[in-house]
């Protein structure tokens, strides 16, 4: 074996050790959190001991000698746990949590630099050895300390097995031989294809509808019409497949939060407890990495300014211990996650105060208001009701920050809340962001793709239907007034003549907002992939992207998130309750 090939080998181990040892801490926080509620659960604490067991073990062998003392050390304090030598305690497991932060830190170290020789572990080192109540003694040489741990980990020797190439082929249709790790690249390479893909297909499908309305009797082309009626299914059961092998369950974002709740709530002397729904519903990885900012936020927000106080709570005759709840589901072809608390839940009285002393509505305009109309006042930039600003809640970053997100992913957020009671907000994702379902609409000889989870309706728009209220176009459509958007104003397209008084209205919703949309045609639904713009002009407002129709045009996806806040947000009443 050539020098070169063994080095390309070591890589290979390295970077399985490193995706095995995330996998680990990722699954550690959590355990941590439910044993210090059950400090009684010995299988809990023997989960917890093998893992750290195991990564130490193969950090030995690895010669990552910095890594091996943290771990040992913590290791240490488990066992003595396990053999009931040592309770578990928070200020234990507060110790052993910094450990596995160093971990973190030393991992990240490994995966940028080779080596975990650039991170400081005498602090964490120390406290550690203060919870065993003894002093470290003379440290082993590096050498010698990989030694004894490969000699004294199973894992180590199954690494060994790997890089020596001597490991027995484990029988045909062993567990181990049904999956494979793929780089993330390859499957995001193909499910590009599997977009252009579709895009073929699409135009495909056109050509041939135009060959049997123009040359119905002959028999080539029903039989091209089989053929492609074959191939759409081919196509739509591989696009399934693909966008499957993306999948992640949420659990991956949702593990983080047990210990995020922990130590949130100590630092706000809050008690709080975190209920998980769901764990295993799986969202499209692109969709997973989008989304954990956005909840982060909203548990924080939670945390920080819906659950009152232990005080606060027995005086008003609940249990001290708040609970926020994290439950995700896939209804339909969307998931939907839901964020509640048993808090104070928010004022409309509040709200509306903040809004008035703001500036953003009049008292005349907020007269005619209703309920959830007020409350969606909360997504406005930068709008709190919060009387002190923390750095737990995000410094006063508003909730228009997780709408914006959740926007971009062409999701919908609403918040619902009672007042003394808590509040629940609820996020609608969909499966997958690559493709989606579009209302193909036309102003003059401009295509535009509405996303379909944002159409509500679509109406036929006549002269006297049109109406003007404090200078802006509205519709009055059964008791409802919806302002109204004209995408050839917002455009530029010129007009070639004044179509004012036909066309259609595509009423669409972002969250619980809605307006109309003024088009002069529209055409089918169809399914398209979205494609960037590019730097030059992905500053567009309002453009999402663009996609390439069956004709084989290129029409841009319109952004509702963008556009509902190129509409003025409070001029007038949208949705009377």
Same mark, same amino acid.
């Given at each position: 074996?050539?020098?070169?090939?063994?080095?390309?080998?070591?890589? #290979?181990?390295?970077?399985?050790?490193?995706?095995?040892?995330?996998?680990?801490?990722?699954?550690?926080?959590?355990?941590?959190?439910?044993?210090?509620?059950?400090?009684?659960?010995?299988?809990?604490?023997?989960?917890?001991?093998?893992?750290?067991?195991?990564?130490?073990?193969?950090?030995?062998?690895?010669?990552?000698?910095?890594?091996?003392?943290?771990?040992?050390?913590?290791?240490?304090?488990?066992?003595?746990?396990?053999?009931?030598?040592?309770?578990?305690?928070?200020?234990?497991?507060?110790?052993?949590?910094? =450990?596995?932060?160093?971990?973190?830190?030393?991992? &990240?170290?490994?995966?940028?630099?080779?080596?975990?020789? /650039?991170?400081?572990?005498?602090?964490?080192?120390?406290?550690?050895?203060?919870?065993?109540?003894?002093?470290?003694?003379?440290?082993?040489?590096?050498?010698?300390?990989?030694?004894?741990?490969?000699?004294?980990?199973?894992?180590?020797?199954?690494?060994?097995?790997?890089?020596?190439?001597?490991?027995?082929?484990?029988?045909?249709?062993?567990?181990?031989?049904?999956?494979?790790?793929?780089?993330?690249?390859?499957?995001? /390479?193909?499910?590009?294809?599997?977009?252009?893909? %579709?895009?073929?297909?699409?135009?495909?499908?056109?050509?041939?509808?135009?060959?049997?309305?123009?040359?119905?009797?002959?028999?080539?082309?029903?039989?091209?019409?089989?053929?492609?009626?074959?191939?759409?299914?081919? &196509?739509?059961?591989?696009?399934?497949?693909?966008?499957?092998?993306?999948?992640?369950?949420?659990?991956?974002?949702?593990?983080?939060?047990?210990?995020?709740?922990?130590?949130?709530?100590?630092?706000?002397?809050?008690?709080?407890?975190?209920?998980?729904?769901?764990?295993?519903?799986?969202?499209?990885?692109?969709?997973?990495?989008?989304?954990?900012?956005?909840?982060?936020?909203?548990?924080?927000?939670?945390?920080?300014?819906?659950?009152? &106080?232990?005080?606060?709570?027995?005086?008003?005759?609940?249990?001290?211990?708040?609970?926020?709840?994290?439950?995700?589901?896939?209804?339909?072809?969307?998931?939907?996650?839901?964020?509640?608390?048993?808090?104070?839940?928010?004022?409309?009285?509040?709200?509306?105060?903040?809004?008035?002393?703001?500036?953003?509505? &009049?008292?005349?305009?907020?007269?005619?208001?209703?309920?959830?109309?007020?409350?969606?006042?909360?997504?406005?930039?930068?709008?709190?009701?919060?009387?002190?600003?923390?750095?737990?809640?995000?410094?006063?970053?508003?909730?228009?920050? %997780?709408?914006?997100?959740?926007?971009?992913?062409?999701?919908?957020?609403?918040?619902?809340?009672?007042?003394?009671?808590?509040?629940?907000?609820?996020?609608?994702?969909?499966?997958?962001?690559?493709?989606?379902?579009?209302?193909?609409?036309?102003?003059?000889?401009?295509?535009?793709?509405?996303?379909?989870?944002?159409? %509500?309706?679509?109406?036929?728009?006549?002269?006297?239907?049109?109406?003007?209220?404090?200078?802006?176009?509205?519709?009055?459509?059964?008791?409802?007034?919806?302002?109204?958007?004209?995408?050839?104003?917002?455009?530029?397209?010129?007009?070639?003549?004044?179509?004012?008084?036909?066309?259609?209205?595509?009423?669409? =919703?972002?969250?619980?907002?809605?307006?109309?949309?003024?088009?002069? /045609?529209?055409?089918?639904?169809?399914?398209?992939?979205?494609?960037?713009?590019?730097?030059?002009?992905? #500053?567009?407002?309002?453009?999402?992207?663009?996609?390439?129709?069956?004709?084989?045009?290129?029409?841009?996806?319109?952004?509702?998130?963008?556009?509902?806040?190129?509409?003025?947000? %409070?001029?007038?009443?949208?949705?009377?309750?």
């Amino acid at each position: 074996m050539t020098d070169e090939s063994m080095n390309e080998e070591m890589k #290979e181990i390295v970077q399985d050790f490193l995706v095995e040892s995330q996998e680990v801490l990722d699954g550690l926080d959590q355990r941590f959190v439910a044993l210090e509620k059950n400090p009684d659960d010995t299988d809990l604490l023997n989960e917890i001991f093998r893992a750290a067991h195991s990564m130490k073990g193969s950090a030995g062998f690895l010669g990552f000698t910095r890594l091996v003392e943290v771990a040992h050390h913590a290791e240490s304090i488990l066992n003595k746990m396990r053999q009931r030598e040592m309770t578990v305690e928070r200020s234990v497991v507060d110790t052993i949590l910094e =450990a596995v932060d160093l971990i973190k830190l030393l991992l &990240t170290d490994i995966k940028e630099t080779g080596s975990d020789a /650039h991170v400081e572990v005498s602090a964490v080192l120390s406290k550690l050895a203060a919870v065993l109540h003894q002093d470290l003694g003379p440290r082993l040489p590096a050498q010698a300390l990989g030694e004894i741990l490969v000699r004294d980990t199973v894992v180590a020797e199954d690494v060994l097995d790997k890089a020596l190439k001597k490991q027995e082929p484990k029988p045909l249709g062993s567990e181990e031989d049904q999956t494979i790790r793929v780089e993330t690249r390859r499957l995001d /390479h193909v499910m590009n294809l599997v977009g252009e893909l %579709v895009l073929g297909r699409n135009r495909m499908m056109k050509l041939s509808t135009g060959l049997e309305q123009s040359h119905e009797s002959d028999p080539l082309v029903r039989e091209l019409a089989e053929t492609l009626g074959r191939l759409d299914l081919v &196509t739509s059961d591989l696009q399934t497949a693909v966008m499957k092998t993306r999948m992640l369950p949420i659990r991956k974002v949702l593990g983080k939060f047990p210990r995020m709740v922990r130590d949130l709530s100590n630092k706000v002397g809050k008690n709080v407890g975190l209920e998980l729904v769901g764990e295993d519903t799986e969202l499209d990885k692109s969709v997973i990495e989008e989304i954990a900012d956005p909840l982060v936020h909203l548990i924080r927000n939670a945390i920080d300014h819906g659950l009152e &106080t232990p005080e606060e709570r027995r005086a008003a005759g609940k249990p001290e211990q708040g609970t926020v709840k994290l439950e995700a589901a896939q209804e339909g072809d969307r998931i939907v996650i839901r964020v509640s608390d048993d808090g104070g839940g928010m004022s409309v009285e509040k709200i509306k105060a903040k809004a008035l002393s703001r500036d953003l509505v &009049t008292p005349q305009e907020i007269s005619t208001w209703g309920r959830r109309e007020i409350i969606n006042l909360i997504f406005q930039p930068g709008f709190s009701t919060a009387e002190n600003v923390t750095d737990v809640s995000g410094r006063g970053v508003g909730m228009d920050v %997780v709408r914006t997100n959740i926007s971009r992913l062409n999701g919908t957020v609403e918040v619902d809340t009672d007042e003394g009671h808590g509040s629940t907000v609820t996020i609608k994702l969909p499966l997958t962001i690559a493709i989606i379902q579009a209302l193909m609409v036309a102003v003059e000889r401009q295509e535009f793709a509405i996303p379909l989870t944002s159409v %509500v309706e679509a109406v036929k728009l006549g002269s006297r239907d049109l109406k003007t209220i404090n200078g802006r176009e509205v519709l009055t459509l059964r008791d409802h007034v919806l302002p109204l958007l004209r995408l050839s104003r917002m455009f530029e397209i010129p007009m070639l003549e004044d179509r004012s008084d036909f066309g259609y209205v595509v009423v669409v =919703a972002v969250g619980e907002r809605r307006f109309g949309i003024m088009v002069d /045609h529209l055409h089918a639904q169809e399914e398209v992939v979205i494609k960037s713009l590019g730097g030059l002009l992905g #500053e567009i407002k309002g453009i999402a992207g663009a996609t390439i129709t069956g004709e084989g045009k290129v029409v841009l996806i319109l952004d509702m998130a963008e556009l509902v806040q190129a509409m003025h947000p %409070v001029s007038v009443r949208l949705n009377a309750r």
